[in-house]
């Protein structure tokens, strides 16, 4: 029996609440029961917790209206509301209706707030909160993101973490709960668990706890998955799309891309390298290709602004080689290091 599920097929958040982790990314299909199961916890457990999302816009959105409160889910076993403390800020409250059927707040159980704003804030006291949940930690396809998320998630986590572990006490919970939309995420990049989410994909694994306490979940969902593969949209779609891998079988949206190849690099002359993470190697007419085999020879350039800039400003020809389909890399980490380092969306 695979422990990760419930008998019906719904992530167990019991067992994952009951690991040793600081860190969890729950990295899945679309509606298998992430943002359900991670929230229901907090108010299971009685978490005093921030949730977050990347932008003050969509905390807007879902603090427009009672309908769209991500806790009604939860009603009529819990009832509890967002309300409006400050014009970027939620009190996660506990909630009774008057004679009107007017909510009013009673016990808070957290806050809600964007990313954005959290990010900087100084001189805040976090130490009440025990658990921090990050909503759709990476955003659609199409979705402006900015470079800067991951630093600012690690801001607002150090923010709010404070000197707890100096005392000796347990570090901040941070959950994170995303789709499959794209790897290329600065948040994934910042916690350094891109090569980690690809090392599972080679070895067909679902949870990985490293030893450094960071659980990343990767759920098959096969229940769930076959059910839904039976609704009206999901028949109505090719199952050679992009949005049918990402939703249905926990694609990135370039799994599968024609520019993914393992290349033989004899011939080949050294570029670029970046950060000594990535190296460009020139395939002569047919353009470049970008992956782990280092060089000695060629233009270094630091993993920093000013290394990007420089490389930006030296190699700026390189987007034009990867719109014209003239850039093969070795794998989905090296694609996605490529893509923000030219801001390619």
């Given at each position: 029996m695979n422990e990760l599920y419930l008998p019906e097929g719904w992530l167990d958040f019991g067992y994952i609440d009951s690991l040793p982790f600081?860190?969890?990314?729950?990295?899945?299909?679309?509606?298998?029961?992430?943002?359900?199961?991670?929230?229901?916890?907090?108010?299971?457990?009685?978490?005093?917790?921030?949730?977050?999302?990347?932008?003050?816009?969509?905390?807007?959105?879902?603090?427009?209206?009672p309908d769209l409160n991500p806790y009604k889910v939860f009603e009529p076993d819990y009832h509890v509301g967002l309300f409006k403390q400050a014009k970027k800020l939620c009190r996660i409250c506990d909630y009774a209706l008057d004679e009107e059927g007017k909510a009013?707040?009673?016990?808070?159980?957290?806050?809600?707030?964007?990313?954005?704003?959290?990010?900087?804030?100084?001189?805040?006291?976090?130490?009440?909160?025990?658990?921090?949940?990050?909503?759709?930690?990476?955003?659609?396809?199409?979705?402006?993101t900015r470079r800067t998320e991951g630093e600012a998630l690690l801001n607002a986590y150090i923010t709010v973490n404070g000197n707890r572990e100096l005392e000796g006490k347990k570090p901040?919970?941070?959950?994170?709960?995303?789709?499959?939309?794209?790897?290329?995420?600065?948040i994934l990049e910042a916690f350094n668990l891109v090569d980690d989410i690809l090392y599972m994909r080679r070895k067909g694994k679902e949870q990985l706890l490293t030893d450094k306490g960071v659980l990343i979940l990767q759920p098959d969902s096969v229940k769930v998955t076959e059910a839904r593969a039976e609704t009206a949209l999901m028949k109505q779609i090719s199952r050679k799309s992009d949005f049918y891998g990402m939703?249905?079988?926990?694609?990135?949206?370039?799994?599968?891309?024609?520019?993914?190849?393992?290349?033989?690099?004899?011939?080949?002359?050294?570029?670029?390298?970046?950060?000594?993470?990535?190296?460009?190697?020139?395939?002569?007419?047919?353009?470049?290709?970008?992956?782990?085999?280092?060089?000695?020879?060629?233009?270094?350039?630091?993993?920093?602004?000013?290394?990007?800039?420089?490389?930006?400003?030296?190699?700026?020809?390189?987007?034009?080689?990867?719109?014209?389909?003239?850039?093969?890399?070795?794998?989905?980490?090296?694609?996605?290091?490529?893509?923000?380092?030219?801001?390619?969306?």
């Amino acid at each position: 029996m695979n422990e990760l599920y419930l008998p019906e097929g719904w992530l167990d958040f019991g067992y994952i609440d009951s690991l040793p982790f600081w860190l969890v990314l729950v990295l899945g299909k679309r509606q298998v029961g992430k943002t359900y199961g991670a929230l229901l916890t907090m108010l299971k457990k009685n978490y005093y917790h921030i949730l977050l999302r990347r932008t003050t816009a969509e905390l807007d959105t879902i603090s427009a209206s009672p309908d769209l409160n991500p806790y009604k889910v939860f009603e009529p076993d819990y009832h509890v509301g967002l309300f409006k403390q400050a014009k970027k800020l939620c009190r996660i409250c506990d909630y009774a209706l008057d004679e009107e059927g007017k909510a009013t707040p009673t016990e808070q159980r957290g806050i809600a707030t964007s990313l954005a704003e959290i990010a900087h804030v100084r001189g805040f006291n976090g130490s009440a909160f025990t658990d921090m949940v990050l909503d759709e930690a990476i955003p659609e396809k199409g979705v402006i993101t900015r470079r800067t998320e991951g630093e600012a998630l690690l801001n607002a986590y150090i923010t709010v973490n404070g000197n707890r572990e100096l005392e000796g006490k347990k570090p901040l919970r941070l959950w994170m709960l995303a789709n499959t939309n794209r790897i290329d995420s600065p948040i994934l990049e910042a916690f350094n668990l891109v090569d980690d989410i690809l090392y599972m994909r080679r070895k067909g694994k679902e949870q990985l706890l490293t030893d450094k306490g960071v659980l990343i979940l990767q759920p098959d969902s096969v229940k769930v998955t076959e059910a839904r593969a039976e609704t009206a949209l999901m028949k109505q779609i090719s199952r050679k799309s992009d949005f049918y891998g990402m939703a249905m079988q926990n694609e990135f949206s370039y799994d599968q891309s024609p520019y993914i190849k393992n290349v033989s690099i004899k011939g080949m002359l050294p570029c670029w390298s970046y950060d000594d993470t990535i190296y460009c190697w020139s395939r002569g007419d047919e353009g470049f290709y970008i992956c782990r085999a280092p060089f000695k020879k060629g233009d270094r350039y630091e993993g920093s602004r000013t290394g990007r800039e420089q490389l930006l400003t030296d190699w700026n020809i390189m987007k034009q080689y990867y719109y014209a389909g003239m850039v093969l890399f070795s794998d989905l980490r090296s694609i996605s290091i490529f893509r923000q380092i030219f801001d390619i969306g």
